[in-house]
């Protein structure tokens, strides 16, 4: 027993356009992890270069959680078709 099981995009109104919103919001998360990784390391940097141990550990985190954050949004498309692969085979 076999069967196809897949979301029917087209039976949504707007699917297009949500297509197109859900693309928007990972290329602006992804700018923005990416904006906020380069100035969060040059602030780790000058702040440790200068001896500002507090603010070095604050954009060390800083750093951490812009790559986790582009990690994610990086990795929700491929995550997204993998479960879809998974829900055509139940």
Do not use: E
Not at 36 to 43: D, G, K, R, S, W
Request: with cysteine; charged share 10%.
């Amino acid at each position: 027993m076999s069967t196809n099981v897949f979301p029917d995009f087209g039976a949504v109104g707007g699917a297009d356009q949500l297509r197109d919103i859900v693309g928007a919001l990972m290329m602006f998360a992804l700018i923005t992890s990416v904006l906020m990784l380069i100035v969060c390391a040059t602030t780790w940097a000058l702040a440790a270069g200068n001896g500002h141990y507090q603010t070095a550990a604050r954009a060390r985190l800083g750093v951490w959680l812009a790559c986790g954050t582009a990690a994610l949004a990086g990795a929700g498309v491929a995550f997204v078709n993998f479960l879809l692969g998974i829900g055509a085979d139940l």
